[in-house]
């Protein structure tokens, strides 16, 4: 996002905070096949705006009842070194702020499939948190079969169960997810970036999405048709 964007949009979340964006409701293999995000709405596109580094691109999010799924593009090509962060309360004012440009208030963030937490001031506070993947809440990632290397997309998953260490707390609290695609690898195309390196995608806030009423409505049959079954066998 450009020096100029990024100052509107500073001063437009000040003044109204972003929209949650209502989710879809989808489960994704992270496989690097990501023919199944077909449908799955580009949430924030930000391509064509940082060199010799992850240039964020269009970014895509979907749950189902077990995980929040995020897929980045890149149109350079270039992926290794980008940050996810969530600012877990909604508000700038907590967590880390991210190049002091006021957009989120991270409390936890992941670059690539690492996870580490955040407070006010404090880029890694030496917490961590603990949940499924390895035992630390890290993401499941994949790069097309190519682990841990650059690639022009990216497809992630997060446990929704993950919990901050000492405290227990929960690093996705209730439904409103959110989040902040970053780097600090690379230069604007004006080859100072505002006087930082890298690039920000827009703010996003997501809502979690439940299952459509029709698929409840076919497991509900489903389920009768089994106790019929069982009934009669």
């Given at each position: ?26 489960t994704i ?27 964020i691109g ?18 350079n090509g ?156």
């Amino acid at each position: 996002m450009k020096v100029h964007q990024l100052a509107v949009a500073g001063a437009l979340l000040a003044l109204l905070g972003p929209v949650a964006l209502a989710g879809t409701y989808k489960t994704i293999t992270i496989d690097g096949d990501y023919s199944d995000w077909t449908g799955v709405p580009v949430v924030d596109s930000d391509g064509g705006d940082n060199v010799g580094g992850p240039d964020i691109g269009d970014t895509q999010v979907a749950n189902d009842a077990d995980y929040l799924y995020v897929r980045n593009s890149f149109p350079n090509g270039l992926s290794l070194g980008t940050f996810i962060t969530i600012d877990i309360d909604e508000d700038v004012n907590t967590g880390f702020d991210v190049f002091g440009l006021g957009l989120v208030g991270s409390e936890a963030g992941w670059q690539n499939d690492f996870p580490f937490t955040q407070a006010t001031g404090v880029f890694n506070d030496g917490v961590g948190m603990n949940g499924p993947f390895f035992g630390i809440g890290a993401a499941l990632l994949a790069f097309d079969g190519v682990n841990f290397a650059n690639h022009p997309n990216r497809e992630l998953a997060f446990d929704l169960d993950i919990l901050r260490n000492v405290t227990n707390t929960a690093i996705f609290p209730d439904n409103t997810i959110r989040l902040l695609v970053w780097t600090d690898l690379g230069v604007g195309p004006d080859g100072t970036f505002g006087g930082f390196n890298g690039d920000v995608s827009g703010v996003i806030e997501y809502t979690l999405a439940v299952p459509e009423p029709a698929t409840l409505g076919l497991v509900a049959v489903g389920l009768a048709s089994f106790v019929g079954l069982r009934r009669r066998s």
